[in-house]
C-alpha cells in the first residue's frame, strides 16, 4: 500500500485520538525502523519504552513462532504452564511473592486500586478507600487510573472520575505527610515519572512514602510501568533506591511488544485475593507469557543490566556536555536510558525536525524531549541520536 493510500483510509475509518507523521512504518531491524518508501530511523521511541530487545530479535521471534502453532489462548479457565514460570521469575527477581496478568499498564494500576481497596476493606473495614498520587504522575487513560493522571486535557471531557483521590506535590515529602491520612489504601507513585516530564524521585522521597504508608496502614504501589524491567539499569527501578513496595505495576516492554501487564504483590495483599475479585479473558495467554518468558529472562541478566548502566552513563555524558554547550537545553533529568532534555521551546518541534533527518524521538510534556531506545542500542547509536538532536536544537 503506498502512503496516501495509507493516509486516505486512517483519515476514513480510524477514529481520530492520535496525530502522526508523514510517513508508514513496515520493518524494523535491530535499532532502526524502516518506512514504506525505505527510510530509515534511528528510533529512540522504541514504541514509548516497549521494544527493550529492539526490532527484528531471533528469539522472539521464533518463540511467537513455536508458541503460536502450539497454543495461543485458552483463556484463564484452564492450566497452561508459560504464565506461572513467567511468574516465578517476576517473583525471584523481586520483592513479589504473587502475580496477576492483565494487559496494559492502566489495566495493571486498575488491578492495583482493586487490591488496595480489598486489602484496606478485610483488614480495616469500610471507609478507608482513599488514594494519594502526585503531581505529574501518568497512570493511564482508565478510570480509576485517570482519575490518579493530574492532566485537566486527559480527565475534563470524562467526569465523573473515581472518587476519594487526593494529589500532593512530586518530591514534596512534606506536602505529603500534609495530605495523608488513615482513609488512605494506597499511595501511587512513578519511582521516575515518564509522561509527566521525566522526572527521578528524590531517594528520601520514597523512603519517606514508605514510612508514611506504614504510618497510616496504607499500601505503597510503585507504577514502573514505563521506568521498570531493565531501563534505568536495575531490574526494577526501585531497587535503585533501595525501598520495596507492597504492590507494583509492569506493562511497556515485559512481552517484546505484545499486550500485557502485571501487578506484583507481596503475600500480605494477596492474601485476601479470591476467586471472582478480578479477571481477564485474554491475560496471561499462553503466547504472550512465552514472550514475556524471554524478554524477563535476558534482561533480568546482571550482565545485560551493567551493559545498560554502561549505555546510560554514555548517554549521561553526552547530554551532560550538550546542556553545556547549548543555552536552548533548560535541564537533563534521567537514569539509565530513560532520558528527558528540557528545553527553552517546545520539543515537538524536534520531534518533526528528526523525522527529517532519519530520528524517532518523542515529547514528554510539552518542553521535555524524551530519550527511550531499546537496551540494546549501542553506543554508538547513541552518540548518533545525541549528534542530530544537538544539530536540529542549535539550528532551529
Ligand atoms: C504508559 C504508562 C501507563 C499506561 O500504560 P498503557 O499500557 O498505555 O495503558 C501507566 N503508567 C505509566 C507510568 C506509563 O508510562
Given at each position: 500500500?503506498?502512503?496516501?493510500?495509507?493516509?486516505e483510509?486512517?483519515?476514513?475509518?480510524?477514529?481520530?485520538?492520535?496525530?502522526?507523521?508523514?510517513?508508514?512504518?513496515?520493518?524494523?531491524?535491530?535499532?532502526?525502523?524502516?518506512?514504506?518508501?525505505?527510510?530509515?530511523?534511528?528510533?529512540?521511541?522504541?514504541?514509548?519504552?516497549?521494544?527493550?530487545?529492539?526490532?527484528?530479535?531471533?528469539?522472539?521471534?521464533?518463540?511467537?513462532?513455536?508458541?503460536?502453532?502450539?497454543?495461543?489462548?485458552?483463556?484463564?479457565?484452564?492450566?497452561?504452564?508459560?504464565?506461572?514460570?513467567?511468574?516465578?521469575?517476576?517473583?525471584?527477581?523481586?520483592?513479589?511473592?504473587k502475580?496477576?496478568?492483565?494487559?496494559?499498564?492502566?489495566?495493571?494500576?486498575?488491578?492495583?486500586?482493586?487490591?488496595?481497596?480489598?486489602?484496606?476493606?478485610?483488614?480495616?473495614?469500610?471507609?478507608?478507600?482513599?488514594?494519594?498520587?502526585f503531581?505529574?504522575?501518568?497512570?493511564?487513560?482508565?478510570?480509576?487510573?485517570?482519575?490518579?493522571?493530574?492532566?485537566?486535557?486527559?480527565?475534563?471531557?470524562?467526569?465523573?472520575?473515581?472518587?476519594?483521590?487526593?494529589?500532593?506535590?512530586?518530591?514534596?515529602?512534606?506536602?505529603?505527610?500534609?495530605?495523608?491520612?488513615?482513609?488512605?489504601?494506597?499511595?501511587?507513585?512513578?519511582?521516575?515519572q515518564?509522561?509527566?516530564?521525566?522526572?527521578?524521585?528524590?531517594?528520601?522521597?520514597?523512603?519517606?512514602?514508605?514510612?508514611?504508608?506504614?504510618?497510616?496502614?496504607?499500601?505503597?504501589?510503585?507504577?514502573?510501568?514505563?521506568?521498570?524491567?531493565?531501563?534505568?539499569?536495575?531490574?526494577?527501578?526501585?531497587?535503585g533506591?533501595?525501598?520495596?513496595?507492597?504492590?507494583?505495576?509492569?506493562?511497556?516492554?515485559?512481552?517484546?511488544?505484545?499486550?500485557?501487564?502485571?501487578?506484583?504483590?507481596?503475600?500480605?495483599?494477596?492474601?485476601?485475593?479470591?476467586?471472582?475479585?478480578?479477571?481477564?479473558?485474554f491475560?496471561?495467554?499462553?503466547?504472550?507469557?512465552?514472550?514475556?518468558?524471554?524478554?524477563?529472562?535476558?534482561?533480568?541478566?546482571?550482565?545485560?543490566?551493567?551493559?545498560?548502566?554502561?549505555?546510560?552513563?554514555?548517554?549521561?555524558n553526552?547530554?551532560?556536555?550538550?546542556?553545556?554547550?547549548?543555552?536552548?537545553?533548560?535541564?537533563?533529568?534521567?537514569?539509565?536510558?530513560?532520558?528527558?532534555?528540557?528545553?527553552?521551546?517546545?520539543?515537538?518541534?524536534?520531534?518533526?525536525?528528526?523525522?527529517?533527518?532519519?530520528?524517532?524521538?518523542?515529547?514528554?510534556?510539552?518542553?521535555?524531549l524524551?530519550?527511550?531506545?531499546?537496551?540494546?542500542?549501542?553506543?554508538?547509536?547513541?552518540?548518533?541520536?545525541?549528534?542530530?538532536?544537538?544539530?536540529?536544537?542549535?539550528?532551529?
Amino acid at each position: 500500500m503506498i502512503k496516501e493510500e495509507v493516509f486516505e483510509l486512517e483519515q476514513k475509518y480510524i477514529a481520530h485520538t492520535y496525530v502522526r507523521p508523514p510517513f508508514v512504518l513496515e520493518g524494523g531491524s535491530h535499532s532502526t525502523v524502516y518506512d514504506t518508501e525505505g527510510n530509515a530511523y534511528l528510533d529512540m521511541v522504541a514504541g514509548i519504552a516497549v521494544n527493550a530487545l529492539g526490532y527484528g530479535d531471533p528469539e522472539i521471534v521464533q518463540t511467537i513462532q513455536r508458541q503460536s502453532a502450539l497454543l495461543i489462548h485458552v483463556s484463564n479457565l484452564y492450566h497452561t504452564a508459560p504464565h506461572v514460570r513467567l511468574a516465578r521469575k517476576l517473583c525471584e527477581t523481586s520483592f513479589a511473592d504473587k502475580v496477576f496478568f492483565c494487559n496494559s499498564g492502566a489495566e495493571a494500576n486498575e488491578g492495583a486500586l482493586k487490591f488496595a481497596r480489598k486489602w484496606a476493606r478485610v483488614n480495616f473495614g469500610e471507609g478507608k478507600t482513599s488514594v494519594m498520587a502526585f503531581t505529574g504522575a501518568f497512570h493511564g487513560r482508565l478510570f480509576g487510573s485517570l482519575a490518579l493522571t493530574p492532566r485537566e486535557k486527559y480527565q475534563a471531557p470524562f467526569r465523573p472520575l473515581m472518587p476519594g483521590v487526593r494529589f500532593a506535590e512530586f518530591n514534596n515529602l512534606e506536602d505529603a505527610r500534609e495530605k495523608a491520612g488513615d482513609d488512605l489504601c494506597a499511595i501511587f507513585v512513578e519511582p521516575i515519572q515518564g509522561e509527566g516530564g521525566i522526572h527521578p524521585a528524590a531517594p528520601e522521597f520514597l523512603r519517606g512514602l514508605r514510612e508514611i504508608a506504614d504510618q497510616h496502614n496504607a499500601l505503597l504501589v510503585f507504577d514502573e510501568v514505563q521506568c521498570g524491567l531493565g531501563r534505568t539499569g536495575y531490574l526494577w527501578a526501585h531497587q535503585g533506591y533501595g525501598v520495596e513496595p507492597d504492590i507494583m505495576t509492569v506493562a511497556k516492554p515485559i512481552a517484546g511488544g505484545l499486550p500485557m501487564g502485571a501487578v506484583l504483590m507481596t503475600d500480605r495483599v494477596a492474601s485476601v485475593i479470591e476467586p471472582g475479585d478480578h479477571g481477564s479473558t485474554f491475560a496471561g495467554g499462553p503466547l504472550v507469557s512465552s514472550v514475556a518468558e524471554v524478554v524477563v529472562g535476558r534482561i533480568s541478566d546482571p550482565m545485560f543490566l551493567a551493559v545498560v548502566r554502561k549505555k546510560g552513563k554514555f548517554l549521561e555524558n553526552l547530554l551532560r556536555d550538550m546542556q553545556k554547550s547549548s543555552s536552548h537545553v533548560v535541564d537533563v533529568r534521567g537514569k539509565g536510558l530513560m532520558w528527558g532534555i528540557e528545553l527553552d521551546f517546545e520539543a515537538k518541534k524536534v520531534v518533526e525536525a528528526g523525522y527529517e533527518r532519519g530520528l524517532l524521538t518523542v515529547n514528554a510534556g510539552p518542553n521535555v524531549l524524551r530519550l527511550v531506545p531499546p537496551l540494546i542500542v549501542s553506543e554508538e547509536e547513541l552518540n548518533r541520536a545525541v549528534e542530530i538532536i544537538y544539530d536540529i536544537i542549535e539550528n532551529i
